[in-house]
């Protein structure tokens, strides 16, 4: 079975602050994919970015970067300088082989950030 | 401009309807997705298509039916026998059922008075 945990349900910072979304999973698949969607108070799923189980080099996208250790099954999400728009619900998802785990996108429970100006 | 679109944005039924949500999408994806949220809680899957003409229960699907006779086209039928209807609902779309990235509509939320 698989499983997503966030452990964090609510963070607030102060704006320009910098703030690390935690993400543990679990999975049994050698080959898997993990998720970070946003979640912004209209409600639609955002993606933000996509990693797979083989490929381990961490990314940054302007102020987003992404830490992906498999030793420890994380999949952390740091917001650097923080800005009020980024104030949302932050979702982690795996995915993982299509034999055992069919379509399913497994999800976290997601974790509320609210940045104050 | 593609993209994933659900209708309406808003539902209110009365408890014994049968309401069906709409989903469509202009991408060309194969599969599609639908999701139910609550508040405080992730996302758990009810139904999911991987080609036209055919569809898998999710985690969830007790209650809920489902179409896929059009490629575009997923629409979502939450029955009388859905104990607790009220939730958000989200649609999504992948190029394939495979390791692809699921794309989200807007959702539509539920409310049974």
């Known amino acids: 079975a698989q499983k997503v945990t966030q452990a964090q349900t609510e963070i607030s910072v102060v704006e320009k602050e910098d703030v690390t979304l935690d993400c543990v999973y679990e999975?049994?698949?050698?080959?898997?994919?993990l998720f970070w969607y946003k979640q912004p108070p209209s409600g639609e799923l955002v993606f933000l970015i996509r990693r797979n189980s083989f490929d381990e080099q961490n990314e940054i996208s302007g102020r987003y970067s992404w830490n992906f250790q498999k030793s420890t099954s994380s999949f952390n999400f740091t917001i650097t300088a923080s800005q009020v728009v980024d104030s949302a619900v932050y979702f982690c998802?795996?995915?993982?082989?299509?034999?055992?785990?069919?379509?399913?996108?497994?999800f976290g429970e997601g974790t509320q950030l609210t940045v104050n100006p | 401009d593609g993209g994933i679109t659900q209708s309406p944005k808003y539902l209110f039924r009365k408890e014994g309807q049968n309401v069906t949500l709409s989903c469509e999408q202009n991408l060309n994806h194969d599969a599609m997705y639908w999701y139910r949220q609550d508040p405080g809680q992730g996302l758990r899957l009810i139904y999911y298509?991987?080609?036209?003409?055919?569809?898998q229960k999710g985690d969830i699907a007790e209650g809920y039916s489902v179409s896929r006779e059009k490629k575009e086209s997923f629409p979502l039928t939450v029955t009388s026998a859905q104990k607790n209807p009220t939730a958000f609902y989200l649609c999504?779309?992948?190029?394939?059922?495979?390791?692809?990235?699921?794309?989200f509509g807007p959702g539509t939320r539920l409310t049974v008075l």
């Open positions: 999975t049994r698949d050698t080959t898997y994919y």
């Open positions: 298509s991987q080609i036209v003409n055919d569809f």
């Open positions: 998802a795996l995915k993982g082989s299509r034999e055992t785990s069919g379509s399913r996108l497994t």
């Open positions: 999504a779309s992948s190029l394939t059922s495979g390791a692809d990235t699921q794309y």
